[in-house]
């Protein structure tokens, strides 16, 4: 199956619920410094030519249907091997496979690990995922990562920061300052979930007219991100903050709805029937009547922090920057 294919299947029931036009721009770069005639302020990103080199050559794009995150681990692991200034850690493509491969023996959590396993997660799953849950996705960055920095899965709901939800496009503006953040004070990129869990990216950049660290949410203007369903050259998405918000992005690799449904719910129905991405079923985040929603009905992202009392098993609340105990 191509990836073009892919998506295609993957977004089939998103797509039945768009009307309608599909916003066409042609949002692809392959130069070095960021651009956006839509985006006013600062600019909070990534290093272009590191990133190009982590993804570049024959490493990127991903070669089973399934492991955008591995590829996103690779691409994640690579950028920080280079920024400490040694060789890259999967100089190739087969390496992909190598991470699949130590997902099937190792990495599971204290709490055990879901079942049906799968040929990319394995047993670093406490969910039966179609691919990486993003738990998965922290322990593999973890366990390779070079920087000596903790890695966490980090989730926002907006009940953690409101009494009264609020608008949509507020919650995911809210979300995607803390993203932002990270980007300013780690100058690494993140592995964001995205289309509803079905895929995932590598955040690399962002523009905002205030600082993401006093402002909240703050005035984002675009993001950047990197698509493993491309290459080095062709993978660069940079999109306006409308469209990250309101999905209907059409590029190369398909139509994507990027942050305009919440994990697990693709139509903003509260209708939690995605047998591709559930909630964990093993550990403490496994939803009860009293805390039913997990990663279900929010945001989710993997990326370096300082929390190093805990390991990538524990998920962090976003705004609080705590450490969850429940789901």
């Known amino acids: 199956m191509t990836p073009r294919q892919r998506i295609a299947i993957r977004l089939a029931f998103a797509l039945i619920a768009i009307s309608g036009g599909l916003l066409a721009i042609a949002l692809t770069h392959t130069n070095t410094e960021a651009s956006c005639s839509t985006c006013t302020g600062t600019y909070y990103g990534v290093n272009e030519t590191r990133m190009n080199q982590a993804i570049g050559g024959t490493i990127w794009p991903q ?8 590829a996103d681990v690779v691409g994640l692991v690579n950028y920080d091997y280079l920024k400490a200034g040694k060789s890259l850690k999967f100089p190739n493509s087969a390496y992909q496979t190598s991470v699949e491969q130590y997902n099937q023996t190792s990495g599971s959590s204290e709490w055990g690990y879901a079942k049906p396993t799968n040929q990319v997660g394995g047993i670093t799953n406490i969910a039966p995922d179609f691919g990486n849950d993003p738990r998965s996705a922290a322990n593999d960055v973890q366990h390779y990562d070079v920087s000596g920095s903790a890695v966490h899965d980090y989730i926002y709901r907006w009940q953690f920061a409101h009494r009264i ?6 919650q995911v503006l809210e979300a995607t300052t803390l993203i932002v953040r990270g980007l300013k004070n780690w100058q690494e990129p993140a592995i964001v979930f995205i289309n509803g869990g079905l895929h995932s990216v590598l955040v690399t950049g962002a523009w905002s007219s205030n600082d993401p660290n006093t402002h909240f949410p703050a005035n984002i203007q675009g993001l950047v991100y990197r698509d493993s369903e491309g290459n080095s050259s062709t993978s660069r998405q940079e999109i306006p903050i409308s469209t990250w918000i309101g999905g209907h992005f059409s590029n190369q690799f398909g139509v994507y709805s990027l942050w305009s449904f919440y994990y697990g719910d693709r139509f903003k129905t509260g209708d939690m029937r995605n047998t591709l991405d559930p909630e964990p079923i093993v550990g403490p985040y496994k ?7 997990h990663w279900y009905l929010g945001f989710t992202w993997v990326q370096h922090d300082s929390i190093t009392a805990y390991d990538a098993d524990w998920a962090i609340n976003a705004y609080t920057n705590r450490v969850m105990l429940t789901p």
Not at 63 to 70: E, I
Not at 165 to 170: D, E, L, M, V
């Open 63 to 70: 070669t089973l249907s399934n492991a955008c995150a591995v």
């Open 165 to 170: 939800q609020p608008s949509y496009a507020q």
């Open 287 to 293: 939803p009860s009547a009293r805390f039913p929603h």
